[in-house]
């Protein structure tokens, strides 16, 4: 019968033959072993290393500091994350201008031609391209960052180094691609007849920092939730496709501030996005300039445009600052939850 | 000599989740089913290691050897407890190093010495000894998801131990490597022992840790239950004595009788 019949009953009885049966597993495999690595005796004398450095914690809680701190690593994991995603890919680089192109073309016709939304717009096309490009930055960094922890666990597992390097890759991956968006952008600008003013440019500068610092505080956040539940990617691609409808994009800006009166709440659920935000001063920089006949355009930006944009970007560091500390808080978990 | 490891009342609490989805966890919670359950993996744990000391560290498969590892590396910090080191840290845990399948061995090369603390020239300085050591030839530009286990090994510790660490962390991944690849690694850890590293050295063969260590830590369900520096004054054989790793064949029948009976 079986061995419970010989010792007597009992959780702890159990529990010590089983330890006694690995330890003499062990025992065997050891004996076995003992010959399986190759002895090689030391010859020579022992030499004393001098350490010249303090006696730290192996796992220092720099944060986003350290990260900046380390360019040379950071570069190699930007570079990683690029060759990653071309990886097996006959089109590679490409497809990261296909996929908006055809996005814009699609907007353009269905919003332009269709719906007729482009005749109030001087400049529509850019008008859509400029909100297109924030919300690409912040939707590639958010959804990149969200990921990014999980598809580097080989890494996380193994090796020590300042987890939010990844969600911080993610951030410099989405601006590499958004770049050359941004010099085409410029580019139509510029045989438009752009007239840059320091009002302009002043709201192009806020703008950015707003999308940078909110993109980089949610992705910092979702890529530690999604360590623990998978559900968070999903969940940030849904959002991501409303975000193309809840900016002033497609649709001018004139027709949301009409019904600022009539649904004072909604109104103001609408402009405090981080995004419409930021989607709105770099508006304010790239297709404002272009318009010669602004008296007769409407409202088209918030009158608070400027102080809203100021608490926004303060707003969106404290943001950052609170993901980091999430970030810190849960990182020791990553290594078993991964 | 200075300190190199200090490791204070540590102890590592893991949380093992039984049930991922919701409805998984629903279904648990009408039966009553406990949803996680703690284990402690590393338990109250002090030692101190000298620069230049050559540990051993045994103990049974799930005694704590690797989280111990993990933590003085720094992929984990303590729940409780302290633990501080002194210089730089490199070492291959848990069999294997942190490679990223995707990416060929050279650039893993270059992505594990940055994460190591080696700067772009550094690397470029030493390539190619880690490859003369590593000895895979052409399988350097191709993907490390392709590779056999035997050449992740071999690239993995030549990296770890040509970065110049100052503690050098090696557990159990030797194990697959062929014999004269085993050899060539064993002679140089003792030659990076000579040099003043402070190594920890994890494996179960005695005849080995014999010859490379000068001390012998054994780690019990998480516990530091032996440590030659306290008991014998730094016997390494009192460790493997101690694990009773050196009986006789006295219980190996009434092992096979046991498990016999079980079946």
């Given at each position: 019968m079986t061995a419970a019949d010989k010792a007597p009953a009992g959780e702890s009885a159990a529990e010590a033959r089983r330890r006694k049966n690995a330890a003499r597993k062990a025992r065997r495999m050891a004996r076995n072993q003992a010959e399986a690595m190759p002895v090689v005796e030391a010859d020579g004398p022992r030499q004393e290393r001098v350490v010249d450095a303090e006696l730290v914690?192996?796992?220092?809680?720099?944060g986003l500091i350290e990260v900046f701190q380390q360019p040379y690593l950071l570069k190699l994991i930007v570079s990683r994350q690029l060759a990653q995603m071309y990886?097996?890919?006959?089109l590679g680089l490409a497809w990261s201008y296909v996929q908006p192109a055809m996005r814009f073309g699609v907007y353009y016709f269905v919003?332009?031609?269709?719906?007729?939304?482009?005749?109030?717009?001087?400049y529509f096309a850019l008008h859509l391209f400029t909100g297109m490009v924030a919300v690409h930055y912040f939707g590639e960094t958010w959804a990149g960052g969200t990921r990014s922890i999980w598809q580097n666990k080989a890494l996380v597992k193994k090796m020590r180094m300042p987890r939010e390097i990844f969600p911080v890759a993610s951030t410099v991956v989405a601006a590499y691609h958004t770049l050359p968006q941004i010099l085409v952008l410029v580019i139509f600008c510029l045989i438009c007849g752009w007239h840059l003013t320091w009002t302009a440019v002043a709201a192009g500068v806020l703008g950015v920092l707003i999308l940078v610092a909110f993109a980089m505080a949610m992705g910092l956040f979702f890529s530690a939730l999604n360590v623990f539940y998978r559900d968070f990617q999903n969940i940030v691609s849904t959002i991501m496709q409303f975000m193309h409808f809840l900016v002033p994009m497609m649709y001018p800006f004139t027709l949301v501030w009409a019904a600022h009166e009539t649904h004072p709440w909604l109104y103001n659920i609408y402009v405090a996005n981080p995004v419409t935000q930021g989607v709105l001063l770099l508006q304010r920089f790239f297709?404002?300039?272009?318009?010669?006949?602004?008296?007769?355009?409407?409202?088209?930006?918030?009158?608070?445009m400027w102080q809203r944009g100021l608490i926004t970007l303060a707003v969106c560091l404290v943001l950052l600052w609170l993901a980091q500390r999430f970030f810190s808080r849960v990182e020791n978990k990553f290594p078993e939850r991964l | 000599m200075s300190v190199s490891i200090q490791v204070e009342n540590v102890s590592k609490q893991f949380t093992l989740q039984y049930h991922r989805t919701l409805k998984q966890m629903a279904v648990a919670s009408i039966r009553r089913l406990a949803l996680s359950e703690q284990f402690l993996?590393?338990?109250?744990v002090s030692f101190t290691v000298e620069q230049g000391e050559s540990v051993g560290l045994m103990g049974l498969n799930g005694s704590g050897k690797s989280t111990l590892l993990k933590l003085i590396n720094g992929v984990m910090r303590p729940d409780e407890g302290s633990i501080r080191t002194r210089g730089r840290i490199a070492g291959l845990i848990a069999?294997?190093?942190?490679?990223?399948?995707?990416?060929t061995g050279r650039e893993n090369l270059f992505l594990n010495g940055a994460i190591l603390g080696m700067s772009e020239a550094e690397t470029k300085r030493k390539f190619d000894a880690i490859v003369d050591f590593a000895d895979i030839g052409k399988f350097?530009?191709?993907?490390?998801?392709?590779?056999s286990s035997g050449m992740y090994a071999r690239l993995g510790f030549s990296i770890a131990i040509h970065v110049d660490a100052d503690i050098f962390l090696a557990d159990?991944?030797?194990?697959?490597?062929?014999r004269p690849f085993k050899k060539k690694c064993m002679a140089k850890m003792q030659e990076i022992r000579q040099q003043g590293t402070t190594i920890f050295y994890v494996s179960h063969a005695t005849a080995s840790v014999r010859a490379m260590c000068d001390r012998v830590l054994v780690l019990e369900s998480g516990r530091l239950n032996y440590d030659s520096k306290v008991v014998?004054?730094?016997?390494?054989e009192g460790g493997i004595h101690y694990l009773q790793y050196?009986?006789?064949?006295?219980?190996d029948e009434d092992t096979d009788e046991e498990l016999g009976a079980d079946i």
């Open positions: 914690a192996p796992a220092p809680r720099g990886a097996a890919s006959l919003m332009g031609f269709i719906l007729s939304l482009h005749k109030g717009t001087p297709w404002y300039p272009l318009i010669e006949d602004t008296e007769g355009l409407g409202q088209h930006f918030p009158p608070d | 993996a590393v338990n109250d069999t294997g190093a942190g490679f990223h399948p995707q990416l350097m530009d191709t993907p490390v998801s392709h590779y159990e991944v030797l194990a697959v490597g062929d014998d004054a730094g016997s390494v050196d009986d006789a064949d006295k219980d």
